[in-house]
């Protein structure tokens, strides 16, 4: 959405991959101050840090004008799932199988359920959440040929 401030949007993201300010910061190069001050709405960023969030954040920065399109929030249901106990066990196992690293495949995990949430049109509940789960890690074990 046009002028959405980027400070809700990135405390988001970052808590729904369940990292910290201080990792973020690590990752993207930049202060822990400098980080809390975006998501607390102070501040204005560069692009080059905004895309270097992005990447430590395991998503794209995508910049662009456009006519009534709206980017999603994460949704509660979806922040409060990647906080689990089970969400993580899943990203472990999924990270292992892969051979990828944890922070990405959360990242990715987190970047579907937004889609299926989206798709739903409305919020899914826990039980729901837990069966996507499920799927996934059914999924994985057994690949189609």
């Given at each position: ?7 809700p ?25 400098y980080?809390a001050?975006l998501?607390n ?9 905004l895309d270097?969030?992005a990447?430590a ?5 995508s ?16 922040v ?10 899943t ?6 199988k ?15 359920c937004v889609?299926?949430?989206?798709a739903?049109g409305?919020?899914?509940?826990e ?19």
């Open positions: 959405m046009p002028n959405e401030p980027i400070g949007r990135l405390r988001a993201l970052r808590q729904a991959s369940g990292r910290t300010v201080a990792s973020v910061a690590a990752d993207a190069g930049l202060s822990v101050p980080i001050n998501e709405g102070r501040g204005n960023p560069t692009t080059s840090a270097r969030l990447t954040l395991g998503t794209e920065l910049i662009g004008f456009t006519s009534g399109a709206t980017a999603a929030d994460v949704p509660l249901g979806v409060k799932l990647s906080r689990s106990r089970r969400f993580r066990t990203v472990a196992a999924l990270a292992e892969s051979g990828q690293e944890e922070p990405d495949v959360a990242a990715r995990l987190v970047s579907a889609l299926i949430s989206q739903l409305r919020e899914a509940g039980h729901d959440w837990w069966r996507v789960l499920d799927a996934v890690l059914l999924m994985a074990e057994h690949p189609a040929h």
